[in-house]
C-alpha cells in the first residue's frame, strides 16, 4: 500500500499509522475523508500515513444517524469508488 504524505487528502475516515522520520516511533492517529494530511513540526514532510483500519464517524453511521438520505448516496459513492 502507497503511503500518504503531508498535504494528501485523506481518502477515508479512520486509523492511520503515522510514520516519522528518526526522531519518532511510528504511531496511530484519528484521520477524517476530505482533511488534509499534516506535515510534523519536527521532520517536516517526512511523515507517512498509511491507512491501518478504515472507521465511520458515529455520527455518519448509517445506523446512528437519522438523515438516511444522506448516508445512501455516500454508500453509493464508496461502491462506485472500490468498483473504479
Ligand atoms: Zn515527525
Redesign the pocket.
Known amino acids: 500500500m502507497t503511503p500518504f504524505r503531508p498535504g494528501d487528502r485523506v481518502p477515508s475516515t479512520g486509523i492511520y499509522t ?1 510514520s ?2 528518526q ?2 516511533m511510528p504511531h496511530e492517529v484519528f484521520a477524517v475523508e476530505g482533511e488534509r494530511f499534516p506535515s ?5 514532510e ?2 507517512r500515513f498509511t491507512l491501518l483500519h478504515e472507521a465511520t464517524r458515529i455520527d455518519e453511521d448509517q445506523d446512528f444517524t437519522r438523515s438516511s438520505s444522506d448516508s445512501k448516496s455516500r454508500n453509493a459513492a464508496a461502491l462506485s469508488r472500490k468498483e473504479g
Do not use: D, N
Not at 40 to 44: A, I, V
Open positions: 503515522a516519522h522520520y526522531h519518532r510534523c513540526r519536527r521532520c517536516g517526512r511523515t
